[in-house]
């Protein structure tokens, strides 16, 4: 994982994470199909169950707005709900105004709202999330509006969403007007391990993340679904936990950097903290090195989170590295680059990573490219120099 930062962190996966933001996987897509089918079924009575962190949170919210462009939708916590809360919400969530205290008139305003929209073909909907943590007597509230019928047909369509036991429910004598209508259930799977890339590679990017294949490696997508299981909310906050955990480890570790000196005098010092650098005798070099045995484009250092790796840019009289010529190399802690009377002394390099050798094998169109890149950049630079001379 290259890309360590808490806030791509929060915004990815954390507090600070776009709600509105749905990488779907294939249970995910199969709950709101089965969702969708059992509303438009004549009983319009689900139930969706899954461990926390399952995704049914999200899952229902994204039923909701297909819902709406129907018919009246009331979405609720259902946690420690109780009869007043469930019937203030419903009358809230579907615009109903209403100034009276009393559960009768309430009751009676509600039923009045149901059995109109039925009847003109726009059945409500009312979906509890975490149904199965509220009051009994909100559950018997709910029994009775299960009961409701206009001209025949059910006048309230019914999502409830919960853990393990929210089948529980449909045992309960106070439910058996719900238990009539005969619910549909539907058991959440976590996602599989490529889902799990998928999602944590897609959100990273969505928050502003870069190379995010990098930062989240297959490895490192298969260890954070393994301590998951494979479920949305839980691999969210591994994910989180991870970043912040390589943020304390990059601030620990010190910064690469490079010693320029000339006769055992120190000329210069550089932290290495950008992707790659150009060394050469040319005013426009990164690192600057005066000496007629070096070229105007001599070598570059490309810096990567676990290596440092020098490349000759096809100089006149070669780079060394340790006394011996190199055309690619890694560098290590102490090496010394010698370059005329100069020498560059490298400190505090990454532990080399066996991935490296496949870097170093690739073609060397990549590093040409870059130096084309380059050249072009200096170029438009030396040119902003001179129009303002």
């Given amino acids: 994982m290259q890309e360590h930062s808490s ?40 139930l969706l169950q899954g461990p926390a962190g399952s995704g049914k949170s999200t899952i229902i919210k994204e039923q909701q707005s297909w819902s709406l462009r129907e018919s009246a939708v009331a979405l609720m916590d259902g946690i420690h709900l109780s009869p007043r809360q469930l019937l203030s919400e419903m009358l809230s969530q579907f615009d109903i105004n209403f100034t009276t205290e009393h559960d009768e008139h309430l009751l009676q305003l509600l039923n009045g709202f149901l059995t109109q929209q039925t009847s003109s073909g726009r059945t409500p909907v009312l979906i509890i999330d975490n149904a199965d943590r509220a009051t009994p007597s909100a559950l018997r509230l709910l029994n009775w509006l299960a009961a409701l019928d206009a001209r025949g047909n059910y006048a309230l369509r019914i999502v409830l969403t919960g853990k393990e036991r929210l089948r529980a429910l449909l045992k309960s004598d106070s439910m058996r007007s719900f238990v009539r209508r005969h619910p549909a259930i539907y058991s959440l799977n976590p996602m599989t391990p490529q889902e799990s890339t998928i999602y944590l590679r897609t959100r990273h990017i969505a928050a502003g993340g870069k190379r995010s294949d990098e930062a989240f ?109 190199v055309q690619k190399t890694i560098l290590r802690s102490n090496d010394i680059i010698s370059l005329g009377h100069y020498r560059l002394k490298i400190e505090n390099a990454p532990a080399i990573d066996a991935d490296m050798d496949d870097r170093l094998k690739l073609s060397d169109t990549l590093t040409m490219q870059n130096l084309v890149d380059m050249r072009r950049s200096r170029a438009r630079r030396t040119i902003k120099a001179l129009k303002h001379k």
């Fill in 217 to 325: 490696t297959v490895k490192v997508c298969e260890k954070l679904h393994e301590l998951s299981g494979g479920w949305p909310g839980l691999l969210n906050r591994c994910a989180l936990k991870a970043m912040q955990r390589l943020d304390e480890l990059e601030s620990a570790k010190p910064v690469p950097r490079i010693i320029v000196s000339r006769d055992g005098e120190q000329m210069a010092e550089y932290e290495l903290t950008e992707r790659q650098y150009l060394i050469g005798r040319n005013e426009l070099s990164d690192i600057v090195i005066e000496d007629t045995y070096v070229s105007k484009m001599h070598a570059m250092l490309q810096i990567y989170s676990n290596a440092i790796v020098l490349l000759d840019l096809n100089s006149t009289n070669g780079t060394t590295v340790n006394s011996r010529i």
């Fill in 7 to 46: 806030s791509i962190g929060s915004q990815a996966f954390g507090e600070h994470a776009d709600t509105g933001l749905i990488v779907a996987y294939h249970s995910h897509q199969d709950a709101l199909r089965f969702l969708a089918s059992s509303l438009g079924q004549t009983n319009g009575v689900a």
